[in-house]
């Protein structure tokens, strides 16, 4: 039904900055909550960042708040990950998810659909 598609993962020196794009196929973007999740390697996935359908509220894990930016543009059917003041501890494979629900969830199981993951590595 939805089909969601990260871009955007790279590799960048610690400080830096990249932005992850998750694009969202159909005309149904507008009614779902969107999440972005990471899971770095021997770990469980983690909730990042949440943002709400009309992107007028927003949520961050403590690790990445301040740093972290989640934002959504309805019209492109895309929503964003701008990563500032990049760390390797940042390095994982950051997911992008859809919920239908109301309010905004820091666990997968409140998501729905999901992409297929986009790779970040952070060299020190």
């Known amino acids: 039904q939805v089909q969601l598609v990260e871009s955007g993962g790279g590799l960048v020196q610690a400080g830096g900055s990249l932005r992850l794009s998750c694009a969202a196929s159909?005309?149904?973007?507008?009614?779902?909550?969107m999440g972005w999740f990471r899971q770095a390697p021997g770990k469980e996935r983690d909730f990042v960042a949440g943002?709400?359908?009309?992107?007028?509220?927003?949520y961050y894990a403590d690790s990445v708040k301040g740093r972290f930016t989640i934002s959504r543009d309805n019209a492109k059917n895309t929503v964003y990950l701008q990563m500032n003041s990049l760390k390797p501890e940042d390095t994982a494979a950051y997911y992008c998810?859809?919920?239908?629900?109301?309010?905004?969830?820091?666990?997968?199981?409140?998501?729905?659909?999901w992409g297929q993951g986009t790779q970040v590595t952070v060299s020190s």
């Open positions: 159909g005309r149904t973007f507008r009614n779902y909550a």
């Open positions: 998810a859809a919920s239908i629900r109301i309010g905004i969830s820091d666990s997968e199981r409140g998501y729905d659909y």
């Open positions: 943002i709400t359908r009309a992107g007028s509220s927003t």
